[in-house]
């Protein structure tokens, strides 16, 4: 038994879509949450950064205590995930692995992924699925306006409908879509209707969830049943719209946000 947190960051509000699956999943652990806001978005940020704000906010997870860290980033998993796992001697799931293993499970042949412009130029979805998967076709399209429309809580409007059409419309021919940034999700309604009906929609979040799940109760580090547990959000940068995306996506009405320096 281990009554630490989950601790699980993202540049901002996507990586709430991953926690919610995670909280689904696992409902007596604890959660600590961080919004990179101050350093967002990060799908326009070099190598280099990334690496290196990805570490303040392990490090952060780390001195607050917690028990595994999930980067709930599409964009920071890509291309730093690898060198995080060989900094910090704490365990780090990041949202493709998982993912590519649903894929090759359900023996998918043609496969689109839309993810921010960092995540398709370092290719980390297409080697991933490459090297798990023979004979996969896959397509891929950087939609870098769709983060920073999510954070503005624009998912279901006309502009969103505009967005995701011009980012879609020529992506043909694919058995499944994957969302391969964390932000994505909220624009799920939206992206169904641009669609055929027949193409599975993957969000990464409940792949990860069930790996999350999997690593601690195989390595006894459950927290103990009936204990009290909670969710801590901290922000970089609290001059944002998080706190009411935050409240609708979790479904909590008192969310309290704290500032992280
Ligand atoms: N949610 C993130 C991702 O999965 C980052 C979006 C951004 O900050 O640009 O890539």
Redesign the pocket.
């Known amino acids: 038994m281990d009554n630490r947190p989950i601790g699980v960051f993202?540049?901002?509000?996507?990586?709430l879509t991953v926690l919610k699956e995670i909280k689904k999943l696992l409902p007596n652990e604890n959660y600590i949450y961080i919004g990179?806001t101050a350093?967002?978005?990060?799908?326009?940020?070099s190598k280099e950064t990334i690496i290196e704000l990805s570490k303040k906010r392990i490090e952060n997870l780390i001195k607050m205590n917690t028990k595994i860290i999930v980067i709930?980033?599409?964009?920071?998993?890509?291309q730093a995930l690898e060198e995080m796992q060989k900094i910090f001697n704490i365990p780090i799931i990041g949202?493709i692995k998982p993912t590519v293993e649903y894929l090759k499970n359900k023996n998918i042949k043609n496969v689109g992924v839309i993810?921010?412009?960092?995540?398709i130029r370092s290719k980390g979805w297409q080697n991933q699925i490459e090297q798990s998967i023979d004979n996969i076709k896959i397509q891929s399209k950087a939609c870098?306006l769709l983060?920073?429309m999510a954070e503005e809580g624009w998912t279901k409007n006309e502009i969103a409908k505009l967005a995701i059409h011009e980012y879609l419309k020529n992506m043909k021919n694919i058995d499944a879509l994957i969302l391969?940034?964390?932000?994505?999700p909220l624009f799920e309604s939206v992206i169904k209707e641009e669609l055929e009906e027949h193409i599975e929609i993957i969000n990464t979040g409940k792949m990860v969830a069930k790996q999350v799940k999997e690593y601690i109760v195989e390595n006894n580090m459950t927290n103990e049943k009936n204990q009290e547990h909670d969710t801590q959000i901290f922000l970089t940068d609290m001059e944002c719209n998080f706190v009411n995306i935050a409240k609708k996506l979790l479904n909590e009405d008192n969310l309290e946000l704290q500032k992280i320096d």
């Open positions: 993202d540049s901002g509000v996507g990586g990179d350093s967002f978005p990060y799908g326009s940020k709930a980033c599409g964009t920071a998993t890509s949202i993810a921010t412009t960092g995540t870098p983060a920073p391969g940034c964390t932000h994505y």
